[in-house]
T-cell receptor
Framework: DADVTQTPRNRITKTGKRIMLECSQTKGHDRMYWYRQDPGLGLRLIYYSFDVKDINKGEISDGYSVSRQAQAKFSLSLESAIPNQTALYFC????????????FGPGTRLTVT | GQSLEQPSEVTAVEGAIVQMNCTYQTSGFYGLSWYQQHDGGAPTFLSYNALDGLEETGRFSSFLSRSDSYGYLLLQELQMKDSASYFCAVRDGRAGTALIFGKGTTLSVSS
């Protein structure tokens, strides 16, 4: 089984809808991250969490919110989706001893029409 | 702030050696990581350099010069399966252990 899973893998939604992307991990890591990837722009950090009670904004958090329901679960929400949020979204985790080595989920391809 | 520069594309032939460069500007440098991403797939960790010099892992080597704010990833004995995007990344000094990624270099290997 994969160490980091994301659901759904693909989603098409309409402008204005609320969407939740879910991430679960079995690595036992405290640190979890959400990134989005757009063609030619690399990976950009949306939110990150170092434990259940610690949530922090990344460089592009506007229009997004997160919830850390447990050590193993970190969800990303788009409260009112807009077309420029169409992207590939990745969840990642890392351990405290090797923070430079992040483990990524398979990604969620989100299309907002 | 932090920024990383990588060439957008590199092409090479099977069996060759290719070097992909990364220059960075960052406040509070902790080290340089490299990730590989095949089209549509998840990024996977390749290597990490915290100190100057060369780190070797099989066909892959990564180099760092802290004084020049520069690193590179070297791939030897190229194979078709090495066709992918390669990202360098540094820790975000404001965000603890979260990473800031470069825009990536797309490597195309031909026969």
């Amino acid at each position: 089984d994969a160490d980091v899973t994301q659901t759904p893998r693909n989603r098409i939604t309409k402008t204005g809808k609320r969407i939740m992307l879910e991430c679960s991990q079995t690595k036992g890591h405290d640190r979890m991250y959400w990134y989005r990837q757009d063609p030619g722009l690399g990976l950009r950090l949306i939110y990150y969490s170092f434990d259940v009670k610690d949530i922090n904004k990344g460089e592009i958090s506007d229009g997004y919110s997160v919830s850390r329901q447990a050590q193993a679960k970190f969800s990303l929400s788009l409260e009112s989706a807009i077309p420029n949020q169409t992207a590939l979204y990745f969840c990642a985790t890392s351990g405290e001893d090797r923070p430079y080595e992040q483990y990524f989920g398979p990604g969620t391809r989100l299309t907002v029409t | 702030g932090q920024s990383l520069e990588q060439p957008s594309e590199v092409t090479a032939v099977e069996g060759a050696i290719v070097q992909m460069n990364c220059t960075y500007q960052t406040s509070g440098f902790y080290g340089l990581s490299w990730y590989q991403q095949h089209d549509g797939g998840a990024p996977t960790f390749l290597s990490y350099n915290a100190l100057d010099g060369l780190e070797e892992t099989g066909r892959f080597s990564s180099f760092l010069s802290r004084s020049d704010s520069y690193g590179y990833l070297l791939l030897q004995e190229l194979q078709m399966k090495d066709s992918a995007s390669y990202f360098c990344a540094v820790r975000d000094g404001r965000a603890g252990t979260a990473l800031i990624f470069g825009k990536g270099t797309t490597l195309s290997v031909s026969s």
